[in-house]
């Protein structure tokens, strides 16, 4: 698998690429340290370099000069949420496959996050500029077009059960999101938001 190609393609072909990718065995393993673990490394760099180098605004205090361990802190955070975000992602859209009359393959499940999550994380590049940041945001949203997409050939599901199944899984990963976030945000930003 070409990781470039790969990217593209699923970005701006993304129908066609969901029946390539559904066509393919690639192990687990292989998903996530050949393109997962790479593509988490744009946002964390522009997380870095972005409340390092150029600075951030917070709320009712203005603009705030980067420092770099805020800048490391903010890459950390910036590598990890999406990771675990996408393994927590794929292990509730396996765990509700037979609710939806879908196959259950956590390895597919795997493919189908990693895959829809490409738009956020190509465009974690904006972060660089952490005022351009609603741009990764609006790519994640893009994201969700292409998990549901991406939830009929993958998950082997039923047209019928399809929204269904999004929306659930939708909801389900929202929520772990916002937590997880939450949690590692505390943890490794800590009192660090004006940059100490």
């Known amino acids: 698998m070409n990781i470039v190609e790969r990217a593209k393609n699923i970005l701006f072909n993304p129908k066609n690429e969901w029946e390539v990718i559904e066509k393919e065995d690639t192990p687990t393993e292989k998903i996530v340290t050949g393109y997962l673990l790479i593509l988490a490394l744009i946002p964390a760099i522009g997380n870095l370099i972005g409340y ?51 196959k259950k393959d956590f390895r597919r499940a795997m493919q189908l996050v990693t895959y829809s999550y ?54 389900v990963m929202i929520a772990a999101s916002l937590i997880i976030g939450l949690i590692f945000s505390a943890l490794i930003v800590g009192r660090g938001v004006i940059g100490y």
Request: aromatic share 16%; net charge positive; no cysteine.
């Open 52 to 102: 390092w180098l150029v600075g951030y605004r917070v709320a009712f205090m203005g603009y705030v000069s980067g420092s770099f361990s805020y800048g490391v802190r903010q890459g950390i955070l910036g590598f990890i949420t999406p990771v675990i975000a996408v393994f927590v992602a794929a292990f509730v859209i396996n765990m509700l496959a037979d609710s939806f009359g879908s």
């Open 118 to 171: 490409t738009p956020a994380l190509v465009a974690g590049i904006f972060m660089i500029i952490p005022s351009l940041s609603i741009l990764a945001t609006l790519a994640g949203i893009y994201g969700l077009y292409l998990l549901y997409i991406g939830i009929k050939p993958m998950m082997q599901t039923p047209d019928n059960k399809v929204t269904g199944y999004f929306v659930v899984s939708l909801i």
